[in-house]
């Protein structure tokens, strides 16, 4: 068990003497990496960290937290037991204007946020040698929009504790295609990626590709853009169909739109889909050592048949 009054015995003293400053620091961690330092006091603050290191603040030697007053952190709730603790971060939509750049609209649009780590300390900046002293840690949840402003839940530790994680045995495979429980290799040979250019669009669901390829070949794949507005990001495939135009097209339509506008020219990565039944691993993919479903198990309807005592 940590002795928080030995553990922040620096921190506890600066707070105690006369004309002491204290501000919020927060880094966000997006899941691709990318970190993002702020700070409400009005100049960077940059720590040292060795020596009186708090538990649970950055690793790195040094960091530093830049000034930006776009931010804005609600008052924290906190309950007792296992109850989940949540509080909001609002925040401005900054695409750069400003020497501090935040949360672009862009990235915003994009959910690169989504499941990120959020860490808040408290730091006495009349004496950066006192340390940090962590407040809250946790991980944004659900975004909303306004006109140039956004608003995001900061769950708690505890939401993880709610989350089903637990395998279940069912008729269909549970690993995800060319992970390390499937295995296939999904850039090998014969190959189940393709590099396609858009030629129709209908909206940002719905668009033709020059995808040579059966009908069905790329149901419940992905998309995955290396040009224009939307290049990086990745869209789950819900239909694949044979385009009615020239021979060779084909319509792919998302599950979910993409943020930005598709043109007619943008280039992507289209992956095979896998609908995760046993017959699709053995044709398709070759893979039946694999298959992560219990295809042998009986339905409900078969598990409650009972002989027919008429015959």
């Known amino acids: 068990m940590i002795d928080v009054d030995v553990r922040y ?26 970190e993002y330092l702020f700070t409400n006091h009005d100049q960077e603050i940059t720590i040292s960290i060795t020596g009186g290191d708090p538990e649970g603040s950055p690793t790195i030697p040094t960091i530093t937290f830049t000034p930006i007053n776009s ?37 915003a649009l994009a959910e690169l946020f989504a499941d990120a780590t959020v860490e808040i300390w408290l730091c006495v900046w009349t004496d950066l040698n006192a340390g940090l002293m962590p407040l809250k840690t946790g991980t944004l949840g659900a975004m909303t929009f ?14 993880r504790l709610q989350r089903q994680v637990h395998k279940v045995f069912q008729i269909e495979c549970d690993a995800v295609l060319g992970d390390g429980r499937c295995n296939v290799e999904l850039g090998g040979s014969p190959g189940f990626r393709r590099n396609v250019t858009v030629t129709d669009v209908t909206d940002n669901r719905v668009f033709v590709v020059d995808l040579f390829e059966a009908d069905g070949w790329a149901q419940y794949g992905l998309v995955e853009f290396t040009t224009g507005e939307n290049i990086g990001l990745k869209r789950e495939i819900i239909e694949h169909l044979e385009s009615g135009g020239s021979p060779g097209e084909a319509a792919l339509i998302l599950l979910i739109p993409m943020p930005f506008d598709v043109v007619v020219g943008d280039e992507l990565i289209v992956t095979t889909g896998c609908d995760k039944a046993f017959i699709t691993c053995k044709i398709k993919f070759d893979n039946v050592l694999n298959h992560r479903g219990f295809h042998l198990m009986p339905l409900v309807s078969e598990a409650l048949e009972s002989p027919d005592v008429k015959t």
């Open 9 to 34: 015995a620096d921190f506890f003293a600066a707070l105690k003497r006369p004309g002491t400053g204290v501000c919020y620091t927060w880094r966000i961690t997006r899941l691709d990496g990318v």
């Open 71 to 107: 931010f804005a952190i609600t008052a924290t709730k906190k309950g007792e037991g296992l109850a989940v603790d949540n509080v909001s971060i609002i925040g401005l939509i900054d695409d750069g204007g400003s020497p501090y750049a935040g949360v672009s609209e862009r990235d």
């Open 146 to 159: 306004r006109t140039t402003e956004f608003e995001a839940e900061m769950r708690g530790l505890t939401e």
